[in-house]
């Protein structure tokens, strides 16, 4: 079964700092790629994706991820945080070449933006 | 489009009781999902329910059951309840051509005591 692995737990950062959040899945084949947001006390809402095409996916509030098939990574990428991007943020793979297109979760990374 | 709703939002059970929670997914969705959500595990994937059939099973023990009503709204069923079922539990739906897009409710959180 597929595995994914987000390496930083927790992240705290002074506004402005860039952000990278490391995300890796556990092997290759067809694959369709996330990234949730958690905000403090609201749903989980989907941040981007990658189905196909261009590895470089744009998302909402300026987050950007890249696809790099070869080392089985989805990282996550924001150039200047803000406060308001205080949240916990999931990365979640559906292995579609292993049958189910249920999407598994990593376990999430903390994010604290100190303003 | 209302979003993916969840009842109750909050739950406090004792150990040995039983506990159904609900969800309604947004109009159209006939995909339901349902997560176990805890700190430092993430979210894990108890199953999922397509047209009122059960189509992806996760690696909980058969105290956790849920079904789903013609209307595609579903009811996840935890029995004999443990300290370690303390968690929130997330219900997701999915737009049929899109099943592995998933749109999240609220959650409803259980506290075990």
């Known amino acids: 079964a597929q595995s994914v692995s987000q390496h930083n737990h927790h992240v705290i950062l002074s506004e402005a700092a860039s952000l990278e959040l490391g995300c890796n899945y556990s092997?290759?084949?067809?694959?369709?790629l996330f990234w949730y947001v958690q905000y403090p006390g609201q749903h989980l809402q989907l941040l981007l994706k990658y189905f196909s095409g261009d590895p470089l996916v744009k998302g909402i509030k300026g987050f950007e991820a890249e696809f790099i098939k070869s080392k089985f990574s989805f990282n996550l990428r924001k150039p200047s945080v803000q406060w308001s991007d205080t949240a916990e943020y999931f990365c979640?793979?559906?292995?579609?070449?292993?049958?189910?297109?249920?999407?598994?979760f990593g376990r999430g990374t903390s994010l604290i933006v100190h303003p | 489009k209302a979003g993916v709703t969840q009842t109750p939002r909050y739950l406090i059970k004792t150990r040995g009781q039983q506990v159904t929670l609900s969800c309604s997914p947004i109009?159209?969705?006939?995909?339901v999902s349902w997560y176990q959500q805890t700190p430092g595990q993430g979210l894990q994937f108890l199953f999922e329910?397509?047209?009122?059939?059960?189509?992806n099973k996760g690696n909980f023990p058969g105290r956790f059951s849920g079904r789903q009503f013609s209307n595609s709204r579903s009811e996840m069923n935890v029995s004999t309840l443990e300290l370690g079922d303390s968690a929130l539990y997330l219900c997701?739906?999915?737009?049929?051509?899109?099943?592995?897009?998933?749109?999240f409710g609220p959650g409803t959180r259980l506290t075990v005591l």
């Open positions: 979640a793979v559906a292995d579609l070449s292993g049958g189910s297109y249920i999407p598994t």
């Open positions: 109009s159209g969705h006939r995909s």
């Open positions: 092997y290759g084949g067809t694959v369709n």
């Open positions: 997701a739906s999915a737009d049929p051509g899109l099943v592995n897009e998933q749109f």
């Open positions: 329910y397509f047209s009122e059939t059960q189509r």
